[in-house]
């Protein structure tokens, strides 16, 4: 299975700064199948970001993904409070789609 | 919209089984695969399997095969999940989730959007 290294652990920002977090895979992940998710506390996911760099639908453009092969990373610009979640990445590229364990972004 | 709601939490004895449901709307049920994950502090997200509701057809991940059981009823737009043998480290919330695409355009087991997830606790 693929493994997905997520990091940091956590990330602790201010409003209006930027977050990049970063998401490793194990091997080469075909055809960039990778999803960014949005948690929040008591919530389920919220698909933010697939194709390693396309949008959601509905999701703002402060919201961006980038990457290739077996590096992705998502950039989150002009934070606000609400932003404070649990960001997971996921690979489609093959079975089982696999998720990372997850980087806690804390808005102070 | 699209919505997906889950049955209500369970409490189970080590051995036992559990079946979670979940309801669909907003959309065409057989269009799209349903999705099973859970999500524990130890295990993390973890997929374990999907289901057709046009064939009913399935595949599941290999750790837990033979234990698990997708199903669905068209006529009321539900999949359903059933977890057998149940163990304490079973523990966790399950949730069930749509894909992305429907069937013209292929699967891509990335998913959206998901139900509001069941907590099932497993203990003696």
């Known amino acids: 299975d693929t493994v997905l290294t997520q990091s940091p652990g956590t990330l602790s920002l201010s409003p209006g700064e930027t977050a990049t977090l970063s998401c490793r895979a194990s091997q080469r992940i075909r055809s960039n199948f990778l999803a960014w998710y949005q948690q929040t506390p008591g919530q389920s996911p919220r698909l933010l970001i697939y194709?390693?760099?396309i949008r959601a639908t509905g999701i703002p453009d402060r919201f961006s993904g980038g990457g290739s092969v077996t590096d992705f990373s998502l950039s989150i610009t002009r934070l606000e409070p609400e932003d404070s979640a649990v960001y997971y990445c996921?690979?489609?590229?093959?079975?089982?789609?696999?998720f990372g364990q997850g980087t806690k972004l804390e808005i102070k | 919209q699209v919505q997906l709601m889950q049955s209500g939490p369970e409490v189970k004895e080590p051995g036992a089984s559990v079946k979670v449901s979940c309801k669909t709307s907003?959309?065409?049920?057989?269009?799209?695969?349903i999705h099973w994950l859970r999500q524990s502090p130890r295990q993390g997200l973890e997929w374990m399997g999907r289901n057709n509701p046009t064939t009913g057809a399935t595949n599941y991940a290999q750790k837990f095969l033979g234990r698990v059981t997708m199903t669905r009823d068209t006529s009321i737009s539900t999949a359903f999940m059933e977890l057998s043998s149940l163990r304490s480290d079973d523990t966790a919330v399950y949730f069930c989730?749509?894909?992305?695409?429907?069937?013209?355009?292929?699967?891509?087991?990335?998913?959206?959007?998901w139900g509001q997830g069941t907590l099932v606790i497993v203990s003696a």
């Open positions: 989730a749509r894909d992305s695409s429907d069937f013209s355009h292929g699967g891509k087991n990335f998913f959206d959007p």
């Open positions: 194709g390693a760099s």
């Open positions: 996921q690979q489609y590229g093959d079975t089982p789609p696999t």
């Open positions: 907003g959309y065409t049920f057989t269009d799209f695969y």
